[in-house]
Nanobody, 114 residues
Framework: QVQLVESGGGLVQPGGSLRLSCTASRSIFIYVMGWYRQAPGKQRELVASISTRGSTDLADSVKGRFTISRDNAKGTVYLQMNSLNPDDTAVYYC?????????WGQGTQVTVSS
């Protein structure tokens, strides 16, 4: 089992940037890591994922603005978010997946508002 702790959320103005971090309680090298988000009244959606080999996949709504990366040595995955807009406001969750196992962090709030 692995525990995930997200950090880096907060309030930012439109056009601003934030970097989210997700630190795991154990090595993550076997896990596909992902960032999801859930806005009020909406379903949780996949924002970005990164494979064990570093291949990335991004939702169309964030392509060109967000970047996902991982540092296996530190047990950490990052989500760099640029050009934020109010539609990006949500709770962002970190996910680690390996075969049938799925682990979630507690989430971090990102609010984009002037």
């Amino acid at each position: 089992q692995v525990q995930l702790v997200e950090s880096g959320g907060g309030l930012v103005q439109p056009g601003g940037s934030l970097r989210l971090s997700c630190t795991a309680s154990r090595s993550i090298f076997i896990y596909v890591m992902g960032w999801y988000r859930q806005a009020p009244g909406k379903q949780r959606e996949l924002v970005a994922s990164i494979s064990t080999r570093g291949s990335t996949d991004l939702a169309d709504s964030v392509k060109g603005r967000f970047t996902i990366s991982r540092d296996n040595a530190k047990g950490t995955v990052y989500l760099q978010m640029n050009s934020l807009n109010p539609d990006d406001t949500a709770v962002y969750y970190c996910n680690a997946a390996f075969r049938d196992a799925n682990y979630w962090g507690q989430g971090t709030q990102v609010t984009v508002s002037s």
